[in-house]
């Protein structure tokens, strides 16, 4: 008789993060945000690498670099747009961490941490700058929900131009977010975090750092 090989077991997922105790501190090195305190039973015995962007243990790094494969993914992702992690958190305080077309602001919630949960984000660029699929940065519009920069936008753009009456995606046309000076980086408070769900959060605490380290008033964010 035939033997039928035995299927092998699945892997067996790694405990979430959710149970984890977590605490920001300030890095000085890297300037992303900080550091997480975990309980000494749920540490992972293959986790023996650290990565310098979403400081977390991993079990190994992308090769040649300081970073773990998921921030690696998330700089390519960005990258293909032109923008560096401390632009796009700039394009994102400047459109007050919300879609630029519709408003929408709702996301899962991930606590803070870098990679819990996936962006619902979407970077959108001029495709008739740099094609529909990368960008050099230069043709990057905003920052829009899934929806917007999927269906509304593209089928506004392809109206005649008589028949645009929307204030709002005209004014978005005309006048990208990206592209207005308060897009510009911030050192100091762009380039301390990575995206999260609190980016807002990330954002005020620095620039309040930055505002007592001048002697001013905190700025209020967007």
């Known amino acids: 008789m035939r033997q039928v090989a035995a299927r092998a077991q699945p892997p067996v997922p790694k405990r979430s993060l959710s149970v984890r105790c ?25 986790c023996d690498e650290f990565c310098a962007l979403c400081q977390d243990w991993v079990p190994r790094l992308v090769a040649g670099s300081e970073v773990c494969a998921r921030c690696r993914r998330m ?96 004014s978005y046309l005309n006048d990208p977010p990206a592209r207005k000076p308060a897009a510009e980086v911030i050192d100091g408070r762009d380039n301390r975090y990575l995206p999260t769900s609190w980016s807002f959060i990330m954002d005020r605490k620095y620039a309040e750092e930055l505002a007592a380290k001048d002697g001013v008033d905190s700025p209020a964010s967007p």
């Open 22 to 46: 977590l605490i920001f501190a300030r890095t000085e090195e890297r300037g992303v945000l900080a550091a997480r305190r975990v309980q000494e039973s749920d540490w992972d015995d293959d």
């Open 75 to 170: 700089q390519r992702r960005m990258w293909k747009y032109g923008l560096s992690i401390a632009r796009y958190n700039a394009i994102w305080r400047a459109q007050g961490f919300r879609c630029a077309l519709c408003g929408d602001n709702a996301e899962a919630c991930d606590m803070g941490i870098p990679h819990e949960a996936k962006s619902i984000w979407q970077i959108d660029h001029d495709h008739s700058c740099c094609g529909p699929l990368r960008s050099r940065g230069c043709c990057v519009r905003g920052i829009l929900c899934k929806p917007c920069n999927l269906h509304r936008l593209p089928t506004y753009e392809r109206w005649p131009t008589e028949l645009r009456d929307s204030p709002k995606f005209d």
